[in-house]
């Protein structure tokens, strides 16, 4: 589905949700709910305020429904209220540092375990945008996960187009040179030689 | 193009962001450079690997919650409207201002006295004010003895020459001689004199004191 016929339908369906149909609701919340999910989690790392924080993001479209602007999309809309509400929790956590347990995944043999499997390079990627500063994560999750446009993705952040350029580059740039060793790694057992297990 | 440029704009290329000229002078270097051929390749695995990255899913009662919290939303707000005014009363200057205006001519009215002319006598602030309306004008006021006491003298004199000479009696000699008393004695102010109708005798008002007067009664044959 292009862009421009997805933006039609997304200002269909928020019409109807402004007359009151519940139904044209539960279309938006399945459409976005898991793009958002993507996008949130991998900012706070952890699934339960993840959750939390895309709840609230469909609960505030609901409640301010009337005042959603056509000339926009609707795309824009609902991934700025979602951010922003993920920025809070962030900024709320810098002063309270919580650890979720749950997050905490296994022991330090198991992580180690994990890190002799170099193939599993989405998971390396996953893990290495976890890494990332978070300027250069956003623009990156935006860009090259969700594929929103580049203009998009500058009225989200509220940056300029330049600067989503050049952090989208520079994301990319540090994420190649993360995975370059495991790359090597996975072609050497591809054909046969052992490596040392290194870090990322 | 230098490898370092061409680097730089590689990931652009592999998403095909890149046009016309510039697309083709990196296609042209890379057709002759094994290095950032190499270099696009691990870009192209990269953009590869963000397609295949693990996706989050919510949780499956993702959505009834959601209807459930915006239920309970909205159950608040009518709760919150049911107890509050749709607008609060706006106190304005056209409202205030006539308000004002009775009020304080009101306090005037009550402060200067007003209400207390629709009150009986028995109001104290009353009988102070029936007390500057008394009958003061009925008791001698003090006046200027010399002049008042000297004319009283001429007319008293006038009088007792005129009924000397119609009488020709020499009791009102002894009026002379009370005359003269009353020329040595403290001022006072002979009245004319006044004849009760009942026993015919004289009286003159003669004032002990400036500020009171003493009928004495002179009998004619004293």
């Known amino acids: 589905m292009d862009k421009e016929t997805e933006k039609h339908q997304d200002h269909e369906l928020i019409r109807r949700v402004q007359n009151g149909d519940m139904v044209a609701f539960n279309d938006i919340t399945d459409r976005y709910k898991d793009r958002l999910m993507n996008v949130v989690y991998r900012m706070l790392n952890s699934q339960q305020e993840a959750e939390d924080i895309v709840q609230e993001t469909f609960l505030r479209v609901y409640q301010h429904r009337q005042s959603f602007d056509f000339r926009h999309c609707f795309s824009t809309w609902i991934y700025t209220i979602a951010l922003n509400l993920a920025r809070n929790e962030l900024r709320k956590r810098k002063r309270f540092k919580f650890f979720d347990i749950f997050d905490m995944k296994g022991s330090e043999t198991e992580i180690a375990v994990e890190m002799v499997m170099p193939t599993n390079l989405p998971q390396v990627l996953d893990r290495a945008i976890e890494g990332l500063p978070e300027k250069y994560k956003l623009a990156f999750l935006l860009r090259d996960v969700q594929e929103l446009p580049y203009e998009e993705v500058a009225k989200v952040m509220n940056i300029p187009l330049g600067t989503v350029k050049s952090r989208v580059n520079r994301a990319r740039s540090i994420l190649r040179d993360k995975l370059k060793p495991r790359r090597e790694e996975s072609n050497a057992l591809s054909k046969g030689t052992l490596l040392p297990v290194s870090l990322l | ?222």
């Open chain 2, 1 to 222: 193009m230098h490898c370092r440029r061409v680097r730089s704009f590689l990931s652009a290329y592999c998403r095909g962001e890149l046009e016309g000229k510039q697309a083709r002078a990196i296609a042209d270097h890379m057709a002759n450079c094994p290095a950032c051929r190499g270099e696009e390749a691990s870009v192209r695995d990269l953009f590869k690997l963000a397609e295949e990255l693990p996706s989050t899913p919510v949780s499956a009662d993702f959505n009834s919650r959601l209807l459930n919290r915006i239920a309970e939303a909205r159950h608040q707000e009518t709760r919150t409207k049911a107890y509050l005014p749709k607008s609060v009363p706006v106190f304005t200057v056209n409202r205030v201002a006539p308000v004002l205006a009775v009020v304080c001519f009101a306090l005037a009215f009550v402060f200067a006295g007003g209400l207390g002319n629709f009150q009986g006598h028995d109001d104290p602030l009353m009988a102070l004010g029936e007390a500057a309306l008394d009958d003061s004008y009925l008791t001698v006021q003090p006046v200027n003895e010399h002049w008042a006491f000297q004319k009283q003298l001429n007319r008293a004199t006038r009088i007792q020459d005129l009924m000397g000479r119609i009488m020709g009696q020499s009791s009102f000699n002894s009026f002379a001689g009370q005359t003269d008393w009353i020329q040595s004695r403290r001022p006072m102010i002979p009245v004319p004199v006044f004849i009760m109708p009942s026993t015919g005798s004289q009286h003159f008002m003669v004032p002990a004191q400036p500020e009171t007067l003493l009928i004495r009664e002179v009998n004619a044959d004293s």
